[in-house]
């Protein structure tokens, strides 16, 4: 498995497995980077709030990569991901300003329109991108990954 390729480029196309396994390893650097940021930042504190956020932006990248290629491997293009990642990136920043949330860290109505959101994003790329077969053949993105 080629990592660089799989992160860090937007040509061609790749199979579900392939996504699964970059999945795998964004999981891997979530729950590690995560527990390292509780630790030094506490949960729900302004301070874990934007180091989550800087965490989140350094991702954007690699996770558009592995996203718009398995977009590719659709038919569709890589700039489907964007939906996805920016509205992540926007309800994060939300978040550490405070919007989506009250002092004691409960989602306020807003948040939780936020979190219905993010849930309805995240079940059409669960589907598409996770479940749903890449187009049969070469496409215009290239040939057939399977």
Not at 20 to 48: P, R
Not at 81 to 103: K, Q, R
Request: aromatic share 10%; with cysteine; glycine share 14%.
């Amino acid at each position: 498995m080629d990592f660089n390729y799989l992160y860090l480029s937007l040509d061609g196309r790749i199979g579900r497995q392939s996504y699964w396994i970059g999945i795998a390893g964004f999981v891997v650097i979530a729950l590690v980077v995560g527990l390292i940021i509780a630790v030094i930042a506490g949960l729900n504190t302004t301070l874990g709030l934007i180091l989550a956020l800087i965490v989140e932006i350094v991702l954007i990248y690699p996770a558009y990569c592995l996203m718009g290629k398995r977009f590719q491997d659709r038919g569709k293009p890589a700039s489907y991901a964007l939906i996805g990642l920016a509205v992540s990136i926007v309800i994060a920043l939300l978040g550490v300003l405070g919007i989506t949330h009250d002092a004691l860290g409960q989602p306020t109505a807003f948040g939780w329109i936020c979190n219905v959101v993010q849930i309805i994003i995240g079940v059409w790329f669960l589907v598409e991108l996770g479940i749903l077969r890449g187009t049969v053949g070469p496409n215009e993105y290239g040939p057939d990954p399977v």
